[in-house]
C-alpha cells in the first residue's frame, strides 16, 4: 500500500486487473491495433468478471463501489500498454455509460443496465461535431419533439467506440438558449442513424473513431435521457468522471514508461558505462518520478473528495490539464532515453509516446482546463 487513499480491496482489485491484462489482453492487442478495434468478447469476459459496473447499481448487476474504487480500476487498467484497450473501455465504463447512471430513469436503467454492465451492450458518448469541440454549448445538432417522438438531425465528430457500439447517449439542442441542450439515447440500427467512415488517428489505433450521421432519426420520447434542456449540467458533470478516468490513464502511463525506461538505461552500455551512470540522466528520470508520484496523490485526492460529495470542478480541471501535460514530458524523455529504439514501431514506449499525445487534447484539452481553474479563483 503505497497511499492512504488504497485498501487492501483495492489492492485485489488491481490484482485481477493485471491477471486478466496478462492473460487477455497483452497477447492478442498488437493484432488489435492493426485491425483497429478491440474485440466485443473481450468487453464481455470483463463484464463476466464484474468489471465493467463498478460504480453502479447491485440491483443491476453492479458492484455500488465510489469514486475510489473506481479510480483503481482505472489506474489498474493502464498496467496494460496499449491506450486504445483502455480507452475502450473507459470511455464504456466512465464516459458514456455514466450518463445512464446519473440521469436515466427507472425504466430507462431496467431496459439497458444490465446488459451494459454485462459487456453484452457496448456504449459511446456523442458531444463533440466537426464545428464544436472545447465550447460544447456552440453545438448545433438538434433535436425536436413531433408528438411521440424526438428527430435528430446533425453530425457528432470523434466518437470513441463510434463503430462498434450498440447504444449511444447523444447531445443535442433542444430550445435556441446556447445551454439549451439536452441528452438522448439512440439505440444502434435506428434508421436514419449512419455511423460514417472509421478515423486513422496518430494513436490509440485499436480504439474505433467515427463521425456519427443524424439524419431525421425519430426515437421515441422516452428516449430523452434526464430532464429536458439540462443536458449541458449533465455533460459537464459527467466531465468530473471522465476526466479523473483519463488522468489515472496519463497517471498509470507515466508509471509504467519510468518503470521501463529504468530498466533499460540500467543495462543500455554507451562511453564505458550504464546509461544510469550519466548524472543528467538519472536526475531527470528522478525528476519525472518525483512529479508522477506528487500527481497520483493529487488524483487519488481528487477521487476522495468525490466521496465526500464535495464539489471539485476547479480540482480535477487541474488534475486533468497536469497530467496530460505531465505524461507527454515523461513519455517524451523516456523515448529520448530509449534512443533509436523508442522510434521503432511495436515497442511499448514508441506506442506510448503517440498515445500520450491524445490526453492533452482530449476529454478536456489543457488550455480549456487551465480556463476552468482560472475562471473560479
Ligand atoms: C481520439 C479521440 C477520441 C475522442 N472521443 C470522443 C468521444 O468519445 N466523444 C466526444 O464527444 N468527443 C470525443 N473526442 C473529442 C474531444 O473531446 C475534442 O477533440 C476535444 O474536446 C477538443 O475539441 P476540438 O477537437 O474541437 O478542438 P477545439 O475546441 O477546436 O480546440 C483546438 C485548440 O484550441 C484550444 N482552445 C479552445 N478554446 C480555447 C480557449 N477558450 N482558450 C485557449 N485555447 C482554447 C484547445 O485547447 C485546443 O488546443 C475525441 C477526440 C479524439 C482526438
Excluded at 500500500?1 to 483495492?10: F, G, L, Q
Amino acid at each position: 500500500m503505497d497511499n492512504i487513499y488504497i485498501t487492501p480491496e483495492h489492492e485485489l482489485l488491481r490484482e485481477q486487473v493485471a491477471r486478466f491484462i496478462a492473460r487477455e489482453v497483452e497477447p492478442f492487442a498488437a493484432a488489435w491495433e492493426e485491425e483497429g478495434c478491440v474485440p466485443r468478447e473481450v468487453l464481455r469476459k470483463m463484464g463476466e468478471a464484474g468489471l465493467l459496473g463498478l460504480m453502479y447499481e447491485a440491483e443491476y448487476g453492479g458492484a455500488d463501489a465510489d469514486a475510489l474504487t473506481n479510480l483503481v480500476f482505472a489506474e489498474a487498467l493502464s498496467q496494460s500498454t496499449f491506450g486504445g484497450f483502455i480507452i475502450t473501455v473507459l470511455v464504456h465504463t466512465d464516459m458514456a455509460s455514466p450518463h445512464l447512471f446519473h440521469a436515466g430513469n427507472a425504466a430507462q436503467k431496467a431496459r439497458y443496465m444490465p446488459d451494459v454492465i454485462a459487456g453484452k451492450t457496448i456504449t459511446a458518448v456523442g458531444i463533440t461535431e466537426p464545428g464544436a469541440g472545447s465550447d460544447v454549448a456552440g453545438m448545433r445538432m438538434t433535436a425536436k419533439r413531433e408528438g411521440d417522438e424526438w428527430v435528430l438531425n446533425g453530425t457528432k465528430m470523434f466518437i470513441t467506440n463510434g463503430v462498434h457500439a450498440n447504444l449511444y447517449f447523444i447531445a443535442a439542442k433542444t430550445g435556441t438558449a446556447r445551454h439549451d441542450v439536452s441528452m438522448f439515447i439512440v439505440e444502434k440500427g435506428t434508421p436514419g442513424f449512419t455511423v460514417g467512415r472509421a478515423l486513422k488517428k496518430t494513436g490509440w489505433l485499436s480504439s474505433d473513431t467515427a463521425e456519427l450521421v443524424f439524419d431525421q432519426v425519430r426515437i421515441p420520447a422516452g428516449n430523452l435521457l434526464g430532464e429536458e434542456g439540462k443536458g449541458f449540467y449533465s455533460v459537464m458533470k459527467n466531465f468530473q468522471t471522465e476526466r479523473i478516468a483519463l488522468a489515472a490513464m496519463a497517471v498509470g502511463h507515466c508509471t509504467q514508461a519510468l518503470k521501463m525506461t529504468l530498466d533499460y538505461v540500467r543495462q543500455r552500455q554507451a562511453f564505458g558505462a550504464t546509461l544510469w551512470d550519466k548524472q543528467t540522466i538519472r536526475q531527470r528520470i528522478a525528476m519525472l518520478d518525483a512529479k508522477t508520484r506528487a500527481a497520483r496523490q493529487f488524483m487519488y485526492h481528487c477521487a476522495w473528495s468525490v466521496t465526500q460529495g464535495r464539489d471539485i470542478v476547479q480540482e480535477v480541471s487541474m488534475l486533468k490539464a497536469l497530467t496530460g501535460e505531465l505524461v507527454n514530458e515523461v513519455l517524451q524523455t523516456c523515448q529520448q532515453f530509449h534512443g533509436g529504439m523508442g522510434f521503432i514501431r511495436e515497442t511499448a514506449i514508441e506506442r506510448l509516446w503517440r498515445d500520450a499525445r491524445v490526453l492533452g487534447i482530449g476529454g478536456g484539452a489543457t488550455e480549456v482546463m487551465l480556463e476552468e481553474v482560472a475562471k473560479r479563483y
